[in-house]
């Protein structure tokens, strides 16, 4: 199959108002009023097919969902928050000596601030403020 230039429109499905379509129409409605001049009747089945709904199912009453619906008699039981120990909150001059001791012990940073148990962030900023040198960084 070739690349078209143009858009072909003879394999396009008929447009709604087409002369082909009105001929059509004006055709069925001829025979529809033929078929009624000579007796016939036209009944409209279309919302007489099926009952709207013939049952409903109630999940409520079936096997595997009622106990869903039933109201549970187990209450949940708060839970006691326990109470945290308070901590020892230490000074910033506290936490540079703990630091200057693993400092002088070898460690890095990242080690230190995790003995003393402080971030190591909050460790190279104390570094940083008080001059301690570590011998290792990472």
Same mark, same amino acid.
């Given at each position: 199959? #070739?690349?078209?230039r143009?858009? =072909?429109?003879?394999? =396009? @499905?008929?447009?709604?108002? +087409? ?10 409605? /001829?025979?529809?009023?033929?078929f ?14 099926? =009952?709207?709904?013939?049952? %409903? *199912?109630?999940? #409520?009453? +079936?096997?595997?969902?009622? @106990?869903?619906?039933?109201? +549970? +008699?187990?209450?949940? $039981?708060?839970k ?5 120990e @308070? %901590?020892?909150l230490? #000074?910033?001059? /506290? ?5 200057? %001791? $693993?400092?002088?012990?070898g460690? #890095?940073? !990242?080690?230190?601030? /995790?003995a003393?148990?402080?971030?190591? !962030? $909050?460790?190279? /900023?104390?570094?940083? =403020?008080?001059? *301690?040198?570590?011998?290792?960084q990472?």
């Amino acid at each position: 199959m #070739s690349m078209q230039r143009y858009h =072909d429109t003879n394999r =396009d @499905p008929l447009p709604i108002r +087409s002369p082909g379509l009105d001929a059509e129409r004006q055709r069925l409605e /001829q025979a529809t009023l033929a078929f009624l001049a000579e007796g016939g009747q036209i009944e409209q089945i279309g919302y007489q097919m099926k =009952d709207k709904y013939s049952f %409903v *199912i109630d999940a #409520s009453k +079936s096997p595997v969902y009622a @106990p869903l619906f039933q109201p +549970s +008699s187990i209450t949940a $039981q708060a839970k006691q928050a326990l109470e945290a120990e @308070p %901590v020892e909150l230490l #000074s910033g001059e /506290q936490l540079a000596a703990r630091l200057i %001791v $693993q400092a002088a012990l070898g460690a #890095s940073p !990242k080690q230190a601030a /995790q003995a003393v148990g402080i971030g190591e !962030k $909050q460790a190279r /900023q104390l570094a940083r =403020d008080f001059h *301690i040198q570590f011998k290792r960084q990472r």
